[in-house]
């Protein structure tokens, strides 16, 4: 019902750069929140970036300074643009969104496949 298909991942060296895009679709009404997550072996899904419908975006401090996030409402996407990565940047992320399917329903989060995001050293 509702879709979000992640791209961007990969491999890239310590200091380089990648950038993430996802994009919803699907039976939506509203979305509200849009914003990344990120799972590396052995831990906690952890809150990486998220970005209001108004445009405000809150970093984790782990990325600040390295990370932006930003959001098209009208394509109803979000994209995080990831610079000077580092190792401990390597873990699966995963697109995640607020939505409304229709005026009266309840928001409920819905989640990407997660793209893979290997950095070397």
């Known amino acids: 019902q509702v879709r979000l298909v992640e791209s961007g991942g990969g491999l890239v060296q310590a200091g380089g750069s990648l950038r993430l895009s996802c994009a919803a679709s699907?039976?939506?009404?509203?979305?509200?929140?849009m914003g990344w997550y990120r799972q590396a072996p052995g831990k906690q899904r952890e809150l990486v970036a998220a970005?209001?419908?108004?445009?405000?975006?809150s970093l984790a401090d782990s990325v600040k300074g390295r990370f932006t996030a930003s959001r098209d409402n009208a394509q109803r996407m979000v994209t995080l643009q990831m610079n000077s990565l580092k190792p401990e940047d390597t873990a699966v992320y995963y697109c995640?969104?607020?939505?409304?399917?229709?005026?009266?329903?309840?928001?409920?989060?819905?989640w990407g496949q997660g793209t893979q995001v290997t950095v070397s050293s």
């Open positions: 995640n969104a607020d939505v409304k399917m229709s005026y009266d329903s309840r928001w409920t989060p819905y």
């Open positions: 699907g039976r939506i009404f509203r979305i509200n929140d």
């Open positions: 970005v209001t419908s108004g445009g405000s975006t």
